[in-house]
Every structure is written in structure tokens, then in C-alpha cells.
């Protein structure tokens, strides 16, 4: 939000997947009905991930000095991913956070993969990807007291059972890859040749797969036109630690 009171004209910021951007905008002009909302684009900003260092406290300060920035916020999805930046196109980053350096969208990826922290429509296919295996009861993303939403039903009656048998891990292959990389959605299986699920998508040696959590630390494979391309998946630090039960 951008407003600072209710006296204030309300004024909210969505972050989404630049690649379904048209999409979401007639998604969200469906359900305005009559209601005086506008719903643009803002080309004039630029979006940053400040990722926390590799030093004891790092993940929860920052320099003081962000007062440039148009919005600094903690990432809501989880500590390990320090902070979500919007300042105007064009900014100088290292006067927002001095001491910062600044890196490239697959340095963030990397991180996020390595994390298991999915984000996107490659992670997260539209119309495929189940909100509760996708661990977004983690990382603020499912509310179960707001009122009726489409799938609340499935998704509430889950979370109840407590019974989620597949979840998005991540996951990491021995160098060196395939030439060609590893297709998303190819199958996972385990030794024995069992199904354990499907990779979603990577970069380099880390990616993110939907698999059961049965199969988890047992060793897994992917078959590649008859070769076998090993791959090792592990459970998130900052899961609750009765998730991966």
C-alpha cells in the first residue's frame, strides 16, 4: 500500500509475472464492476530484490539510509529473501543502500532456487500448480479466515486433513548438465524406476520440483533419452519443522 491512511486515496502496488501482465490486468478489471478503481502498469518504476548477505544478521537489518526509495519492505514470503526495493527507473542503487552491490536477475534466481521458493508462471503453471503443494501456506500467501475465493473449498479442506503428500523442494544436479538442459516438466523417478514426481524449472544446476515427499531423500533420476541425469532434492531450512513430515 502507498497510502498511509484511510483519509488517503488507496493506492496498491502488485508485483507479477511481467510474462502475463496483460492477463492479470483484464483478470482484474472482470471483477471491478462499477467500481471507480484503475488498474495501469507503472513502466516509471523498477522492481529489486535486496538479498541478505552471508554474515550473522544480515537477514534482518538494513542501512537506514533507504529513504530514496519509494518502497522498502521486508520480502513477505520469507526471511531468507531479505527485501523487496521499488524505487524510479533510473535510480542509483548504491545511494539507496550503500555497501550493496549489485548483481544480475539470475544471481536472484539462483538464490530463490536454491531457497525453494518458487515465483512465476513457470513455477507456478496456471491451472496446474496447487497452492498448498506449492507451499504458499508458508510464505503468506493463503488466508484461512478471509471469506469465499475460487478453490477455497479444496484448499481449506486439505489444510485441515493436514495431509499433502507433494510438495514444490529444491533441487540440485551434479555438474556437468545436459548440453540441452533439463526439459521443465520432465518426470522425476526414483531408482527402482518409480514415479516422484515432475521438475518444474531451473537455472544451471538448481531448479525447483513438485515431488513427493515419500521419495525425498531417497536418490532420483531423470531419463533423458535414455541417459539417466542424477539429481538430489532437500527440504527448505525455513519450512515449519513439521512440514516435511
Same mark, same amino acid.
Given at each position: 500500500? !502507498?497510502?498511509?491512511?484511510? @483519509? ?22 472482470? *471483477?471491478?464492476?462499477?467500481?471507480? &478503481?484503475?488498474?495501469? #502498469? ?7 530484490? &535486496? ?8 537477514a534482518s537489518s ?8 519509494? !518502497?522498502? +519492505? ?8 531479505? /527485501?523487496?526495493?521499488? %524505487?524510479?527507473? $533510473? ?10 552491490? &549489485?548483481?544480475?536477475?539470475?544471481? *536472484?534466481?539462483?538464490?530463490? *532456487? ?16 496447487? #497452492? ?10 493463503i488466508s484461512f479466515?478471509?471469506?469465499? *475465493? ?7 479442506? +486439505? ?11 529444491? &533441487? ?12 521443465? $516438466?520432465?518426470?522425476?523417478? +526414483? ?9 518444474? %524449472? $531451473?537455472? $544451471? ?8 515427499? @515419500? ?18 532434492? +532437500?527440504?527448505?531450512?525455513? /519450512?515449519?519443522? @513439521? @512440514?516435511?513430515k
Amino acid at each position: 500500500r !502507498l497510502h498511509g491512511s484511510t @483519509a488517503e486515496e488507496p493506492h496498491i502496488l502488485l508485483e507479477c509475472d511481467s510474462s502475463v501482465l496483460d492477463s492479470i490486468q483484464k483478470h482484474l478489471k472482470l *471483477y471491478k464492476i462499477r467500481r471507480k &478503481v484503475t488498474i495501469s #502498469p507503472c513502466p516509471d518504476l523498477s522492481l529489486w530484490a &535486496v538479498i541478505p548477505g552471508e554474515q550473522p544478521g544480515d537477514a534482518s537489518s538494513l542501512p537506514k539510509s533507504a529513504d530514496r526509495a519509494l !518502497l522498502l +519492505t521486508p520480502d513477505p514470503r520469507a526471511e531468507v529473501m531479505g /527485501w523487496r526495493l521499488i %524505487a524510479k527507473k $533510473g535510480a542509483n542503487l548504491s545511494e539507496i543502500i550503500p555497501g550493496s552491490q &549489485v548483481g544480475d536477475v539470475q544471481d *536472484y534466481h539462483r538464490h530463490r *532456487y536454491k531457497q525453494g521458493i518458487p515465483e512465476g508462471v513457470k513455477d507456478l503453471p496456471p491451472g496446474v500448480a496447487l #497452492p498448498l503443494e506449492s507451499n504458499l501456506a508458508f510464505m503468506n500467501g493463503i488466508s484461512f479466515t478471509k471469506g469465499c *475465493y475460487i478453490g477455497q473449498e479444496l484448499t481449506a479442506r +486439505t489444510h485441515h486433513m493436514g495431509v499433502i503428500r507433494k510438495r514444490l523442494l529444491p &533441487v540440485r544436479f551434479p555438474a556437468p548438465l545436459p548440453s540441452a538442459g533439463i526439459p521443465e $516438466g520432465a518426470e522425476i523417478l +526414483t531408482e527402482s524406476g518409480k514415479p516422484a514426481g515432475k521438475f518444474r %524449472a $531451473g537455472g $544451471g544446476e538448481l531448479g525447483i520440483a513438485l515431488l513427493r515427499l @515419500a521419495h525425498v531423500n531417497e536418490p532420483l533420476c531423470i531419463d533423458l533419452g535414455g541417459d539417466r541425469v542424477k539429481l538430489s532434492a +532437500t527440504t527448505p531450512e525455513w /519450512w515449519p519443522k @513439521a @512440514a516435511a513430515k
